[in-house]
């Protein structure tokens, strides 16, 4: 990330508002790069957000916490997650950069959809839970979402409040694209009919 700074990557924007949020890809390890400490990972973010400050310094950084990769509560990876979360609340202190904590909200996906055919309830165990609750639901009426975008069905079709008591989770722990990558192509650049 320095490098695409100090390559251009911010030449001429003014933004606002810049919102960072870091992965894990330094915290595992592989063949090819070790693993970094949290000291370490937290040292990287106090760089990229002076270097954020240094090229547009009008620009307010909110800070996102690293989102817990594991799906076991109790996986090593996820204490090393918190402490690195920790670290980085204390850029808090720093003038514009705002430290944003959604890792929370986002653990428990799981939701439920709940109808007596009159009323209908969706609740989770996140806020995210009840966003996918939203979605089944949603498509339960026809609608499909789709990477190329949403589609609703082509004709108007009668409400009808179904009777349901379903409880699910999503198949994937987490969700998206990721729009700025390390590789040469990804699922932004494709183009689908």
């Not at 430290?99 to 109808?115: A, M, V």
């Not at 998206?176 to 932004?188: C, I, K, M, R, S």
Request: charged fraction near 25%; aromatic fraction near 8%; include cysteine.
């Amino acid at each position: 990330m320095l490098w695409r700074f100090d390559h251009g990557e911010l030449d001429g924007l003014h933004p606002r508002v810049m919102v960072l949020h870091i992965g894990t890809d330094n915290t595992g390890g592989t063949k090819n790069a070790r693993q970094n400490s949290p000291a370490e990972f937290a040292d990287a973010v106090r760089e990229i957000c002076e270097r954020i400050h240094t090229k547009v310094p009008a620009a307010r950084i909110i800070l996102m916490t690293v989102f817990p990769g594991e799906e076991e509560p109790n996986h090593p990876r996820r204490a090393q997650t918190a402490q690195i979360n920790r670290m980085l609340a204390v850029f808090t202190k720093t003038p514009g950069i705002q430290f944003l904590d959604i890792g929370p909200k986002s653990l428990n996906p799981e939701y439920r959809l709940k109808s007596d055919g009159k009323r209908l309830t969706i609740t989770g165990g996140s806020d995210v839970g009840v966003l996918y609750g939203a979605y089944a639901f949603a498509e339960k009426l026809g609608v499909r979402f789709y990477l190329h975008g949403d589609a609703i069905p082509d004709e108007k079709i009668p409400f009808v409040l179904p009777v349901l008591d379903e409880t699910h989770a999503p198949l994937f722990a987490l969700r998206g694209l990721q729009p700025f990558h390390d590789f040469p192509e990804g699922p932004d650049w494709c183009r689908i009919p």
